[in-house]
Each structure stands twice: as C-alpha cells, then as structure tokens.
C-alpha cells in the first residue's frame, strides 16, 4: 500500500525534552510543529497502558490543530517496585512534573522494599508508545523500550526526566552522562522509531 508522505506534523507532547529528541529523529522534509505553536494544554491521560495514552494525545492533538500528530507516552518501569512508575512516571515529579523530586520517590520507594538494593543491579526499562493520528484516524502505534539497571546515585545533567538514574545493560554510563547523540541511537523512542519510521 502506498501511503502519501506527509508533509506537516504536530508533535503531540508539551515536554520540552521529547520534543527535542523527537526532532532528531523525525526525517527533515517534514515541516514539525509544536502543541505551544497551537498555545495548546495536554489531554487528560486516563488509558490503562502507555499506548492507550499516546493515542489519546495523538488524536486530541490532531483534531485541534488539524495536522496528522505524533505522539508519546513513554516511562520507567522498576521491576522491584512492580513496574512502578510505569505510566505514572511523569506524575510521579507532581504537578510541576519535577523529576528530581520523581527520581527522589523512586529512591524512596526502592529503600522501602529492600535497604541493600543499592548494592545489586535492580532491573528496569524505558518504555516508550508512539502513535501517529489522523483526526479520528489512527495511522499507526507501536511500542520500543530499553533494557537496564538503576544507578545507585544520579549521575549526569544531559537528557531529561529519569535519565540520570538509568544505565542501559552493557553500558558503564547513565543516559544522564551520555551525550545526546549517543543517548538517541539506543533509547526507547529510537526503538520505538524504528518500527514507526516507515509511516512518515
């Protein structure tokens, strides 16, 4: 089936961070805008899973604007807190969406469970759904994610959100140590675009 290569995009996300990787991402024949080109707010994320939620931005933010929309919703799932974060990873940070104070919780949280798990390689992955929306129609969703362990202390000021505590299997750095370059060739959204590329 051939598909019409599309033009103009909305990237469905208010997180400054997203956007930036995102772009780097998105082929340069493509003219992208953004939610504050449309001065437009998030939809409430009420799905059960991070793709229910990405197509609910997808969608809300292509009706608004009326340009087909890529969206996000990604997260950290910490296995010895039963995959919490999850798909509360942003509103874990509050309603400021700080994640120094998410990253704190996640600390917290991991003592509560077990006091010595800074002395063993507790699992995690970053999760990212990206969906592509026409209106009403969805193009496409797919799912990336990547494997690894949570830092013992945060490490590094580069990327955004939980990155300073996740060092991806077989790497000695956190994302938060990683120059950006490095960091967008390996991640979760980079996974996740791989599978999605082909609908641009």
């Excluded at 780097?24 to 994320?45: C, H, M, Q, R």
């Excluded at 809300?60 to 087909?68: D, E, M, P, T």
Aim: aromatic fraction near 10%; glycine fraction near 8%.
């Amino acid at each position: 089936m051939s598909q019409k290569k599309i033009k103009n995009l909305i990237v469905g996300t208010n997180n400054r961070g997203k956007l930036k990787e995102i772009k780097s991402l998105l082929p340069k024949s493509i003219n992208i805008y953004s939610t504050s080109d449309f001065k437009l707010n998030s939809p409430k994320e009420d799905g059960k899973t991070f793709k229910e939620n990405s197509l609910i931005k997808s969608r809300y933010f292509s009706l608004k604007s009326n340009l087909i929309c890529l969206a996000d919703d990604s997260g950290l799932e910490v296995d010895l807190l039963n995959k919490r974060p999850g798909i509360f990873s942003a509103r874990w940070g509050g309603r400021k969406g700080d994640f120094n104070k998410a990253i704190k919780r996640v600390y917290k949280e991991l003592n509560k469970v077990d006091k010595n798990w800074k002395s063993k390689k507790i699992k995690a992955r970053f999760i990212c759904a990206l969906s592509i929306s026409n209106l009403n129609k969805i193009i496409a969703c797919v799912q990336g994610k990547v494997e690894g362990h949570i830092s013992s202390v945060p490490k590094g000021e580069n990327g955004f959100g939980y990155d300073p505590i996740f060092i991806p299997f077989g790497k000695s750095k956190t994302f938060g140590e990683m120059k950006p370059s490095q960091k967008y060739k390996m991640d979760h959204r980079f996974n996740a675009f791989k599978k999605i590329k082909k609908f641009l």
